[in-house]
């Protein structure tokens, strides 16, 4: 079972930052947050990940509260084509924990 | 990140029948990961594929059904065997370098009627 907690969809505004929760309230302390999004038809793309402390990368910005409970995505920008499905997910750093669990995500609507 | 590559990237199959699934990377990697995505799913992992042994399954999934094959550090082969309708997916392969991130094909839309 996935170890996230997303809603299931939001509508954002062309221009505005976009923010995505994630709940992740049983983390263990060697597991990553990570983000992936799915454009329709397409397969899922890396968009970041982190540990502990905030990460910011060309894409997006991760934040990472203190008791690394949950964390929200931001894309600073949001364009027409960054409407897709986006998954939070937490993977353990060891090699046997390399897989991958996906959730429902959640659906993003980037209006005009 | 690698570049994935995934044949064929669609097909329409008759039940019964066997498809193969290739995925090929452009770097070797430690890794290499198949999935589904069922129509209006998220993705769940088949197995991981293994470099000169047999693929690892997860719950639900039988080597009989899916036989993998991951002859070198670049390529691997799912097969998806005696289809029925609701083999009917998007198939997806991924990779894992030395980085630990996964990156992921662009997925193979098998439709079984």
């Known amino acids: 079972d996935a170890k996230t907690t997303q809603p299931p969809s939001m509508d954002c505004a062309e221009g505005r930052a976009a923010n995505l929760p994630c709940n992740h309230s049983?983390?263990?302390?060697?597991?990553?947050v990570y983000w992936y999004r799915q454009i329709h038809s397409q397969g899922p793309q890396y968009i970041i990940h982190g540990l502990k402390n905030n990460e910011t990368n060309e894409m997006a910005s991760l934040i990472i509260t203190e008791d690394r409970k949950s964390s929200t995505l931001i894309l600073p920008h949001a364009t027409l084509r960054d409407t897709a499905v986006y998954y939070c997910i937490v993977k353990g750093i060891e090699a046997a924990g390399n897989k991958l669990t996906f959730g429902g995500g959640t659906r993003v609507l980037v209006k005009p | 990140s690698a570049v994935i590559s995934q044949k064929p990237s669609r097909d329409i199959c008759q039940r019964g029948t066997s498809l193969t699934i290739q995925c090929q990377v452009d770097s070797q990697v430690t890794m290499m990961f198949w999935y589904r995505q069922q129509p209006g799913q998220s993705l769940t992992l088949i197995a991981t594929a293994n470099q000169g042994s047999e693929a690892t399954y997860e719950s639900g999934f039988v080597i009989d059904k899916f036989p993998i094959s991951r002859p070198n550090l670049t390529f691997s082969t799912l097969t998806v065997s005696n289809m029925s309708p609701e083999d009917s997916s998007i198939y997806l392969c991924?990779?894992?370098?030395?980085?630990?991130?996964?990156?992921f094909g662009p997925g193979t839309r098998l439709t079984v009627l």
């Open positions: 049983t983390i263990s302390g060697n597991e990553y």
């Open positions: 991924s990779v894992s370098t030395g980085t630990d991130t996964q990156y």
